[in-house]
């Protein structure tokens, strides 16, 4: 049996059917529209995100190197109104997909009330995992419009180490297993550096599968926030394994890999200024992107959400010049650009901390995901078709 069908099987048969329909339902076929509707805006000039990735609480019970969100300031979340009104507002213009961010997403009190409300909508909720009890998944088993991405970063002691706490795998590891053990959709993510790369083998794929893991997502880390640890960050040609291992792994195991970066040529990109995501914070700033905590308009302005996105001179010149700067990461290659950008639209710092300026200003110009002459284009047909036509650069690198 070929893995594609042995994945189609797995994705049936795994999780409870009724999560596995509301899936390729809600997320699927409506995530699929809602990026046509995104290419036919941009035919008229409109940018208009499909996918909007909401950070809904800044508190988190871990301290992780690289970390960029204000996680030991005062709580600051988006309250339940207001989240409901952003998926109002995105809905009226074809999104169904929503990710969920933080701090840790499961310690904000309304979460499950949230995701009750929007039955029709499906949401990737991004945690460590502490969080999800017996009772947290069965919940998300009754609602079924939501899938875990659960972070996990290496060894115990790695684990410990990458992420400022005690028994940190373990604690996760249960919550992976209650989820598993209410047939939710889970994926498995990692931020991959210097101290975990082990994870980037088969090996440790195989291991994922045996526990009921549909897919993973191995970000590339990313060296920001007020403790960057640059000496965590890949160097190019772990890149470009890490790439060719991802393209090879699909071809071979029933297990899904995700990727943001990669178009189906395998030619870099970058979601922000493409256009096809953009980032709504704690405090309700609209940002370029998670890790560019820097705004012009918030969800509290007199205006719908709609009007401030595709009217903001800041979100439009920050994707502009990302693309004519380059493919890849426009805060790892060019973080005097953002510095120019954020000067040049008076955008204030959307942190607590008030240290985003500094941050940037601190940073070295290094490498990300664009290394021209050594892409890796998709090898497994499903890939290459559902990139080619869902996620590539829509005209930004022109
Ligand atoms: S700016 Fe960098 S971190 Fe933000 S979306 Fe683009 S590639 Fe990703």
Known sequence: MSVTLKMGRRLMLEPDFRLFLKFAYNFGYKGMRSVQKFKQRLKKGISFPPFLYLSIINSCQLRCQGCWVDVSAKRQMIELEDLNRIVKDARQHGNSFFGIL???????PQLLEFLAQHPDCYFQIFTNGQLITPAVAKELRRLG????????????????ERRGGNDVLNKTMEGLRN???ERL????????????YELVSEDWLRKLIDMGVLYAWFHTYRVVGPDPSAHLALTPEQIVSLRRFVVAMRRKLPIGIVDAYWDDKGEA????????????????AIEPCPIIQFANETIHDEKTLYQLITESDFLDDFRKTAASAT??????????????????????????????????EAL?????QH???QEVPEDHWLYRFAKKHWFFGFGAYT
């Open 364 to 368: 070295t110009p290094r490498h990300s």
């Open 102 to 108: 933080g701090g840790e997403p499961f310690m904000h």
């Open 185 to 196: 959709i889970v994926g498995v993510a990692t931020s991959v550096c210097q101290t975990n």
């Open 327 to 360: 493919r890849g990461c426009i805060v790892l290659e060019r973080p005097d650009l953002v510095k120019e950008l954020v000067q040049r639209h008076s955008a204030p710092d959307t942190t607590q901390r008030g240290t985003a300026l500094a941050e940037l």
């Open 371 to 373: 290394l021209p002459g």
């Open 145 to 160: 419009n939501s899938t875990l991405l659960i972070s996990i970063e290496g060894s115990e002691i790695v684990s410990n």
């Open 269 to 284: 990109l970058c979601p922000m200024a493409t256009g096809i995501s953009h980032h709504i914070g704690p405090s309700g």
């Open 179 to 181: 989820a598993i053990a």
